[in-house]
């Protein structure tokens, strides 16, 4: 019998992954009600909150950013190795730092952070699982008071196409929802498509 393969929910800040994930939850719920793939919630705002990090701080100061960063991957690592052979379905991944320190950290940030044990535990996982990146909607870009937000729809694209080239640069294989995909249900089916033709014996698994 074939182990599912673990689900990243990946991309810029409102492009819906949250949603995404909580969707996928129920419908692999009803498609397999005996698989379990362990929910990993965004880890970056518990960091924000116990550690009195603002936004500012990343906009203002390169070397508080990176600070903030190299806190949320290691928090990322140490949820993901809590069990390490446990599939997962992850809201954001050990991507997401890298992409901010890339944005907002000093010029040796990303540097820094793929040269960490934590990096390479966690892009050794991703290159084994399903990727999928969210793609930014102009109409979805709202301030939620906590994350750092794009000014406009030129930086969001801009953060877009920097998560596309820390994935490629380390050898991730990802697939982008296609932007005309907007309804959830449409974005669900998506996914669902890519984890059956990926996960070999997922039909096995939910029977």
């Given at each position: 019998?074939?182990?599912?393969?673990?689900?990243?929910?990946?991309?810029?800040?409102?492009?819906?992954?949250?949603?995404?994930?909580?969707?996928?939850?129920?419908?692999?719920?009803?498609?397999?009600?005996?698989?379990?793939?362990?929910?990993?919630?965004?880890?970056?705002?518990?960091?924000?909150?116990?550690?009195?990090?603002?936004?500012?701080?990343?906009?203002?100061?390169?070397?508080?950013?990176?600070?903030?960063?190299?806190?949320?991957?290691?928090?990322?690592?140490?949820?993901?190795?809590?069990?390490?052979?446990?599939?997962?379905?992850?809201?954001?991944?050990?991507?997401?730092?890298?992409?901010y320190a890339?944005?907002?950290?000093?010029?040796?940030?990303?540097?820094?952070?793929?040269?960490?044990?934590?990096?390479?535990?966690?892009?050794?996982?991703?290159?084994k699982a399903?990727?999928?990146?969210?793609?930014?909607?102009?109409?979805?870009?709202?301030?939620?008071?906590?994350?750092?937000?794009?000014?406009?729809?030129?930086?969001?694209?801009?953060?877009?196409?920097?998560?596309?080239?820390?994935?490629?640069?380390?050898?991730?294989?990802?697939?982008?929802?296609?932007?005309?995909?907007?309804d959830l249900?449409?974005?669900?089916?998506?996914?669902?498509?890519?984890?059956?033709?990926?996960?070999?014996?997922?039909?096995?698994?939910?029977?």
């Open positions: 019998m074939s182990r599912p393969i673990s689900v990243y929910i990946v991309g810029a800040q409102c492009t819906g992954k949250t949603t995404l994930l909580h969707a996928l939850q129920a419908a692999l719920s009803r498609k397999c009600p005996s698989l379990h793939l362990r929910p990993i919630t965004e880890v970056a705002r518990k960091i924000l909150r116990e550690r009195q990090f603002t936004r500012d701080d990343i906009t203002d100061s390169p070397e508080r950013a990176l600070e903030l960063q190299q806190l949320i991957l290691t928090a990322q690592c140490k949820e993901e190795s809590k069990d390490p052979f446990d599939p997962v379905l992850c809201d954001r991944s050990g991507v997401d730092p890298i992409v890339v944005k907002y950290g000093p010029p040796q940030g990303q540097e820094i952070l793929e040269s960490s044990y934590y990096w390479k535990y966690l892009r050794d996982r991703m290159r399903l990727v999928v990146l969210c793609p930014p909607q102009e109409e979805w870009l709202v301030d939620d008071g906590t994350r750092l937000m794009a000014r406009d729809t030129a930086e969001w694209e801009d953060m877009h196409r920097t998560f596309v080239q820390v994935l490629e640069t380390n050898g991730i294989v990802f697939q982008t929802i296609p932007r005309e995909l907007q249900e449409d974005r669900v089916d998506f996914v669902m498509g890519l984890w059956d033709s990926l996960a070999r014996g997922a039909r096995s698994i939910c029977t």
